[in-house]
């Protein structure tokens, strides 16, 4: 239970159900910004500082408050957004970029490959480490990828914080597709 103002009371609300929701915000300029939890989209929009641009079907409730789960908010003021092009690297992210597909063969993926292997230099970075088959990784081994009969089906690349953001989500509303521009799409 997570109180939420609404007036002068404090209201509980079950947000049980909807932990595994989230809510795309906006800047003013409608620029998307960061995935958020439920909880603090509807606390923004309580609160008066953002708006709600689109809804999922769920309802919360409380004695005093009924409100549509908001699926964008957009904020009612500019905020200066540091700009950071290059996400964090972790092992569920570089999964998510790779679509855990194996960059050499295109099978499903389930461990990381150094593509210049650690023991000749290669370093953990996004641009040296893919997602990858078990069969493809053993066969590949410390081998250089001239050396090997691998070819990577594309450049490995270090992608946008929301990017990754928006690809680890299992389902992007269809109702956020129009404020992510293609920058923000991974592409296969
Ligand atoms: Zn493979």
Avoid at 97 to 107: A, H, I, P, T
Wanted: glycine share 2%; aromatic share 8%.
């Amino acid at each position: 239970m997570v109180p939420a103002v609404a007036g002068n009371s404090v209201v509980n609300m079950s947000w049980r159900s909807l932990l595994s929701e989230r809510t795309l915000l906006l800047n003013v300029t409608f620029q998307p910004l960061s995935i958020i939890s439920v909880r603090r989209a509807v606390l923004l929009v309580l609160a008066g500082k953002a708006e709600t641009l689109n809804c999922s079907d769920e309802v919360l409730r409380s004695e005093s408050l009924e409100i549509q789960v908001p699926s964008v908010v957009r904020l009612n003021y500019y905020v200066r957004a540091p700009f950071r092009n290059r996400a964090p690297l972790h092992r569920k992210a570089l999964f998510a970029r790779d679509f855990y597909l194996c960059q050499y063969c295109g099978e499903r993926a389930d461990c990381i490959d150094h593509v210049l292997p650690v023991s000749k230099g290669g370093r953990n970075t996004w641009e040296n480490m893919v997602a990858c088959c078990r069969p493809c990784n053993a066969a590949k081994a410390d081998l250089l990828l001239e050396n090997s009969r691998f070819k990577l089906r594309r450049a490995p690349y270090a992608p946008q914080p929301l990017a990754v953001a928006v690809a680890m989500k299992a389902d992007v509303p269809l109702d956020w597709e129009c404020y992510l521009p293609a920058a923000l799409t991974l592409t296969a």
